[in-house]
């Protein structure tokens, strides 16, 4: 079924309908609550909020205008998500004082990481990996990188400044390059 | 090879985490969705923060109960049994058929003129006997009251009814004293019986305004097509604008990280930017407003009235979305002119209601559903409403015919689907127009 017929079923209250988005979805809303939240049943419990605030406002989804309605419900659930932990403070506390960073200490050269080997890598341990950064550096990464967010707008979303979201996303960055080149190696690297 | 991989892995890992899925393995029936915790039936129209919300009904039912609301108050807050003056014939069969105890009546008043004697009699009744009337009686207008009226008990044709004649009563002649059949309708007075209501007349109204408000837009001029260009692999943008709420634009940032985005707090989703490469043009816009609608009295001093208003808003911006699943995406502006059909239901309260200048104060709510829209997309937008408080005053130009001017601060208590700004704050309105009384 199309997009507009079934969120049209939804605004009618079909039960059925709901099921359906919610069985066809909820994979890619579960796989981007992930990549914010490490634990997997507090991600689950956002994923079931995603649906309810969607259910409740499915006559703002507008095709032209929200994407498909997977990345419209994705977006919720990144603003669920980050709500979530905006709430508990988990991030606020690790994020390092705004004069550290770039302007500070500059960062050593990100370690190469193979393009083509991350094709190959399934999903889930890209997302697994993602969700073992610290929880400032992994929110900022996830809205910059991921969720197309700028770096004002993820300051006015955490409560931090511009340039701490900077810092924040390079030093993720960095991190990560970090472990996927430990993990999956380099394969230039690794040939003689 | 190795500086395309280094450089790249960003974009790679954005590609297959785009629209990556877990499994689910809990699953609808073991979830909480399944176990009644979902929304009832129907789309409940989220609210702004600090605003009322109302759920997105389509207009027909709104209409009808509008109708059904109006014809109700009709019904119940029409009298009964309308007063009516009391007929000539009417005054005359009632006048032969009453029977005034002497107590009940007035002492009679002395003759201001004419020569007649007066000499009342102990034992008769307490008004003279007019010489001449014999079996036909006179009765001044003054003294003719309905059957309800205290004083008139009994019946006794045969003993006719006879009062002096006041010359300076109006509705008598000079003098002259006239028989039942001579009454006219004038003799008697159109006060109501107690217990019942004057029937006042509806009236219609013809009314023009600018019932929107004076909302201020920016449609700017797109330097380019309104294209925001994609992103570059570390999520910049390269140009971007940032409406803001009074439609002026806050943010204009060519390149680099600087893009904003429209973040609604109900819903948490982050909308994309709705301008591009504005200029700072902005064009004060009026919408203009027709109407007609119902006005019942139902009290002297309280109208209800009811009607069709249409409305343009122009000068509203649409976004357009070409590239789904990525946040921001292209945008566009559009002019637009939205045309809107409305429900306004009012109530007035006169502070002086028998004056020929009258003022009142009033408030009244309006359903208003989109019908058409020129130079934008046709979006499902739920049907707006607004409160509004009014003052007026109205001035009766001829009989029946009236013209009034009535300022108003509006406010609507949902939002609209297109971006606008005529929905962001009270605004002031303005109306006129012409209203006729219907016999």
Known sequence: MDEKGLVRRCSAGDRDAKQEMYETYSGRVLAVCRRYIRDRDRALDIVHDTFLKAWASLDRFHPWRSGSLGAWLSRIAVHLAVDELRRERHFVDELPPPSAGMAGEPLPAEPPVDAGRLQQVPVEELIDLIASLPEGYRTVFNLFCLDGCSHREIAQMLGITEKTSQTQYLKARHKLAAMLAAKYGNHEKEQP | ?439
């Open chain 2, 1 to 439: 090879m190795k500086k395309n991989n280094h450089k790249d892995w960003t974009s790679v890992l954005q590609e297959r985490l785009q629209d990556a899925t877990l499994p689910v393995e809990d699953g609808w029936a073991a979830g909480p969705l399944a176990a009644g915790e979902t929304p009832g039936s129907g789309p409940a129209f989220p609210a702004r923060p600090g605003r009322g919300g109302f759920p997105g009904l389509p207009v027909l039912p709104w209409a009808l109960a509008g109708v059904a609301a109006v014809l109700a108050a009709v019904l119940i807050l029409r009298p009964a049994h309308p007063a009516r003056s009391v007929s000539v014939r009417e005054g005359v069969l009632l006048a032969q058929r009453v029977d005034l105890l002497p107590e009940a009546i007035p002492p009679a008043r002395p003759l201001r003129s004419g020569s007649r004697p007066s000499t009342p009699s102990p034992a008769g009744p307490a008004y003279p006997e007019t010489p001449s009337s014999g079996d036909s009686s006179v009765l001044p207008s003054s003294d003719v009251t309905p059957p309800s009226s205290a004083g008139l008990t009994g019946e006794s044709p045969a003993d006719p009814v006879q009062t002096e004649v006041r010359p300076d009563e109006p509705g008598n002649g000079e003098g002259a004293p006239r028989s039942l059949e001579e009454l006219t309708q004038d003799d008697f007075p159109e006060e109501p019986a107690a217990g019942t209501r004057q029937r006042r007349p509806l009236s219609l109204r013809l009314q023009v305004g600018s019932s929107g408000g004076a909302g201020v837009v920016s449609p700017g001029r797109m330097s380019t097509n309104g294209v925001m260009y994609d992103s570059d692999p570390n999520g910049n943008y390269s140009s971007a604008g940032y409406l803001h709420s009074d439609g002026s634009v806050i943010s204009w940032h060519s390149e680099g990280q600087d893009a904003q985005f429209q973040y609604d707090p109900v819903t948490h989703t982050l909308y994309q930017p709705v301008a591009t490469r504005f200029s700072e043009t902005r064009t004060p816009v009026l919408p203009v407003s027709f109407g007609v609608s119902a006005a019942l009295p139902m009290t002297r001093r309280l109208t209800l009235s009811a009607g069709l208003a249409y409305t343009q808003r122009p000068g509203t911006g649409v976004i357009t979305d070409a590239e789904p699943g990525r946040l921001p995406t292209v945008v566009t502006w559009q002019h637009a002119a939205l045309h809107y059909l409305g429900i306004p239901v009012d109530l007035h309260c006169y502070i002086n209601p028998d004056n020929r200048l009258r003022f009142w104060v009033g408030g009244g709510l309006q359903a208003e559903k989109c019908i058409h829209a020129t130079g934008a997309e046709m979006l499902s937008e739920p049907v707006l409403f607004s409160a509004n408080l009014q003052a007026g005053a109205d001035f009766r130009l001829l009989r029946g015919v009236r013209i009034y001017l009535s300022p108003a601060l509006m406010h609507y208590l949902n939002r609209s689907s297109y971006i606008t700004t005529w929905d962001e704050r009270p605004l002031f309105s303005l109306r006129a127009g012409l209203s006729f009384d219907l016999k």
